[in-house]
Nanobody
Framework: QVQLVESGGGSVQAGGSLRLSCAAS????????MGWFRQAPGKEREFVAA????????YYADSVKGGFTISRDNTKNTVYLQMNSLKAEDTAVYYC??????????????????WGQGTQVTVSS
């Protein structure tokens, strides 16, 4: 069982940056792939980025590639999402999620078994 808590969301002007954090607690942290998803008002939940917890493999959605960076600090059991050059279309609730490594597709929300509560990111001009 894993508990996930997101933090770092807020309101920012277009072109600004935010850094989201996801702190994990529980057992077998290294066995989980960690992912970031987001859901904008009136939109479906979409994949943002993912990373193996103890490995170095990372994945990004085409819409955020080059602007967002996922990273991790295993000593703190924490995954981060650095968001640069934010745009209005990045406004959404951002969720951290975990799945057993190799248990499913990294980009498929249905394959993740643990979810955080979410943190709001609002980008305005």
């Amino acid at each position: 069982q894993v508990q996930l808590v997101e933090s770092g969301g807020g309101s920012v002007q277009a072109g600004g940056s935010l850094r989201l954090s996801c702190a994990a607690s529980g057992r077998a942290f290294s066995s989980y792939t960690m992912g970031w998803f987001r859901q904008a008002p009136g939109k479906e939940r979409e994949f943002v980025a993912a990373s193996t917890w103890s490995g170095s493999t990372k994945y990004y959605a085409d819409s955020v590639k080059g602007g967002f960076t996922i990273s991790r600090d295993n000593t703190k059991n924490t995954v981060y999402l650095q968001m640069n050059s934010l745009k209005a279309e990045d406004t959404a609730v951002y969720y951290c999620a975990a799945q057993f490594a190799g248990s499913g597709d990294y980009y498929d929300a249905a394959e993740y078994v643990y979810w955080g509560q979410g943190t709001q990111v609002t980008v305005s001009s």
